[in-house]
C-alpha cells in the first residue's frame, strides 16, 4: 500500500553552509592576528630586554680579572690595565638564618697585607687580655688590650684548623648597630683579600669561604 503521509521538503543547505565557513574564517582572522601581536610583542621584548652585566678588565698583581661592573664599589675612575687595589661589593646569605649580608672586598697584591691567620700568632697572641668571650660556636673569642691600640676590639679565631679562620672585629660605634670585621687571607694567585664585614656573619664563618670562592674564581682571582 502506498504511504499516504506527505512527503518533508528538505531545508535548504547553502545560507546555513556559508553561514559557518564565514564564521570559522573569521576566528581564524582574529587568531592570525593574535598571532602577529604575540610575535611582535615577543620581539619587543627580547629587544628591551637589560643587557648583559658589562665586564670590567683589571690587572693586579700579574693576574688579569674580568669583573661583573655591578659588583664595583663606588665609581670606577681607575680605567683599563694595571690596579694596585680593586674594590668591590658583594652580597651573601651569610647572616643570621641565611639572611643576605654585603661584603667588602679588597684585592690586592699579597706583598701590601699579612693574611689573619699570620697575624693571630705573630701579632694578636701578644695583645690579648685574659679573659676569653663566648660567642659563634667553633670560635674563640679574645679582646685585645686597648694599650695596644686596639680598644673595643675581638679577634674571633677557630683554634683547631692549622690555617685558622680569624676576624678582628670592631665593637659598635653606636648602639643596636652590627659591629665590624675585617679578615684577609691570600689567595692562589698572588692575590690577597681583605673582607669587610658585619659581625653577625661570625654565626655562619664555616660558610664563608665555601660561598666567596666561586665569586672569586669567577673573575679569576683564584
Known sequence: MASTAAAVPAKPQGHSIGFNLGVIAL?????GLGLAYLIDGA????????PASQQV????????????????????????????QVDLDVT????PDGALRRI???????????PSASLLDGVYLHQFL??????????IGKPMAPTAGYDSETVWYDPLAPSP???KCQAPIVAGQPGKCLRTVYLGSGIAAVYGFDDDILGNWRKFDAEMHPLLEQIGAV
Do not use: M, Y
Open 27 to 31: 576566528f581564524a582572522a582574529l587568531g
Open 43 to 50: 620581539e619587543r621584548a627580547k629587544g628591551s630586554a637589560a
Open 57 to 84: 678588565s683589571r690587572t693586579l698583581g700579574g693576574t688579569k680579572l674580568e669583573i661583573p661592573a655591578a659588583w664595583l664599589s663606588g665609581p670606577d675612575d681607575s680605567g683599563p690595565g694595571f690596579a694596585k
Open 92 to 95: 651573601l646569605p651569610l647572616g
Open 104 to 114: 667588602g672586598v679588597t684585592l690586592t697584591q699579597r706583598s701590601r697585607v699579612r
Open 130 to 139: 685574659p679573659e676569653q668571650l663566648n660567642g659563634p660556636p667553633g670560635l
Open 165 to 167: 679562620f680569624v676576624a
